[in-house]
């Protein structure tokens, strides 16, 4: 899986390196000890919950139908090409 994760990397680097997470998270990941918790004290409930209430912040149409899945890169770039 390591090798398909680095392609997936190098394709994603390319297209658009400012909003590579690789590139962009891998920096402050490193200076974290390992087995910590990168999100400790915040549950997959309480995601949803800011996710949704940022989107209906922004008047974002359906805004409680999203979850945090739709958070992935291609979810984003759809909705922000579709001027949302």
Same mark, same amino acid.
């Given at each position: 899986?390591?090798?398909?994760?680095?392609?997936?990397?190098?394709?994603?680097?390319?297209?658009?390196?400012?909003?590579?997470?690789?590139?962009?998270?891998?920096?402050?990941? @490193?200076?974290?000890?390992? +087995? #910590?918790?990168? %999100?400790?004290?915040?549950? /997959?409930? !309480?995601?949803?919950?800011?996710?949704?209430?940022?989107?209906?912040?922004?008047?974002?149409? @359906?805004?409680?139908?999203? +979850? #945090?899945?739709? %958070?992935?890169?291609?979810? /984003?770039? !759809?909705?922000?090409?579709?001027?949302?």
């Amino acid at each position: 899986m390591r090798v398909a994760t680095e392609v997936m990397h190098v394709a994603t680097h390319f297209s658009a390196q400012a909003t590579c997470p690789v590139c962009v998270l891998g920096p402050i990941v @490193d200076k974290v000890p390992a +087995g #910590t918790a990168l %999100f400790g004290g915040i549950s /997959a409930a !309480d995601a949803l919950r800011w996710l949704r209430v940022l989107l209906t912040g922004l008047g974002v149409e @359906d805004a409680m139908s999203y +979850g #945090t899945h739709d %958070f992935r890169r291609g979810h /984003a770039l !759809d909705l922000q090409l579709s001027g949302e």
